[in-house]
Structures are given as structure tokens and as C-alpha cells.
């Protein structure tokens, strides 16, 4: 069964994150705010894969000198999901 969660990102332009998945595979993401160019990207290109991947991939990557980016949140929005549903 899908369900949908709304993470609050932090450092970042974004102000929110909404991820819909099953299991732990994203189905549709949509940010609110931020680059459109790049989340829109982001979401697209990150929708049919699993938490772990998208973890993978997208920890740890930064915006310039920010210490964090839209798919480092999104990436944390991810593992937010997961301790909730443990």
C-alpha cells in the first residue's frame, strides 16, 4: 500500500519534501521550492528505487559550501521514513 510522508528539510532552499512510496520504493517525490531545474531532476531520476540506493547515491553530496544539499535531505528524508516505520 503507498503512503505519503512530508519531510522538512533543513540548510537547504527546499521547504518540503513529499515522498510517496511502497515499501521502500519511491514512487513519486515532490519538492516544494527550491531549484526547479534540480529537484524536479532529482525527483524524476529517483522514483522507482529503493530507500537504500537513493541513500547511497544521494548521502553526502553538498550544495557549494553548504554542508548539505536537496538529495543529502531527501536522502535523510528517506532514512526519517524508515526509523518511523521500523
Known sequence: ???????IPKG???RQIKVT???EV???IEFVGGCPGNTVGVARLSE???FQELIDLLGGIKC???PTSCPMQL???L???RQKNA
Not at 500500500?1 to 519531510?7: D, F, G, R
Request: proline content about 0%; charged content about 20%; hydrophobic content about 30%.
Open 64 to 66: 557549494g559550501s553548504k
Open 12 to 14: 537547504v532552499c527546499s
Open 26 to 28: 519511491v514512487r513519486h
Open 75 to 77: 536522502a535523510l528524508a
Open 1 to 7: 500500500m503507498e503512503a505519503t510522508y512530508t519531510y
Open 48 to 50: 522507482g528505487h529503493t
Open 21 to 23: 512510496y511502497e515499501g
Open 79 to 81: 532514512q526519517e521514513i
